[in-house]
């Protein structure tokens, strides 16, 4: 079981007396509540897009190991209780970014999309050209944590995402980040982790 360090607990504490989340499903608020305590973003109780039915769907993949694939190395990085895939350093991408004329992040997606298969739980945070290639591939996903930052179609593709009928996790406006993708997976795994 996971020990919480004060500073944490008092975080949570002060997070809560701000934002009212009780109108959400217990899955639902634990992912708010971390990427609201992972952003110091209240605002993320407004915008966040949450389906307690694919947050459900994305912890029992999680619990059968199912992959966590990453759009780029700072997201994979946040989960740290978990491995994350994440293709955007591999040689292949940068010569399948150069060959298509796309982003290294949307060439590592694809890659990804290859290896890995149906069923993975799929976290984008940095990129959004990666989730516009998520999309574009139509992948059989057990989730898709789509929360990429941005001023060039962040606001545009996680509108996308909200509307594909894919499970998802997503947010509207330019606002995201690894930091936020990854708070989002964490929230299922600390989940799993405490045995709720």
Not at 5 to 26: K, M, Q, T, W
Not at 117 to 124: R, S, T
């Amino acid at each position: 079981m996971r020990r919480i360090h004060p500073i944490e607990a008092e975080s949570y504490r002060i997070l809560r007396s701000l934002v009212d989340l009780s109108r959400l499903g217990p899955l639902s608020r634990a992912v708010a509540e971390r990427v609201i305590h992972a952003s110091a973003d209240p605002e993320y109780a407004r915008t966040l897009v949450l389906d307690e039915a694919a947050l459900e769907d994305g912890l029992r993949a999680l619990r059968r190991g199912a992959p966590l694939v990453a759009d780029v190395g700072m997201a994979a990085a946040g989960v740290t209780a978990r491995e994350a895939l994440c293709f955007v350093a591999d040689p292949r991408a940068a010569r399948l970014a150069a060959e298509l004329g796309i982003t290294r992040s949307a060439a590592g997606i694809r890659l990804a999309a290859r290896e890995v298969g149906e069923g993975a739980v799929w976290m984008v945070g940095g990129a959004p050209t990666a989730l516009s290639e998520l999309l574009r591939l139509r992948v059989d996903p057990a989730l898709v944590v789509g929360l990429p930052v941005g001023f060039v179609g962040a606001a545009e593709v996680k509108a996308r995402l909200a509307k594909s009928g894919l499970p998802a996790v997503t947010n509207r406006g330019p606002k995201g980040g690894s930091a936020v993708a990854a708070a989002a997976v964490n929230a299922l795994i600390y989940y799993e982790e405490d045995g709720k």
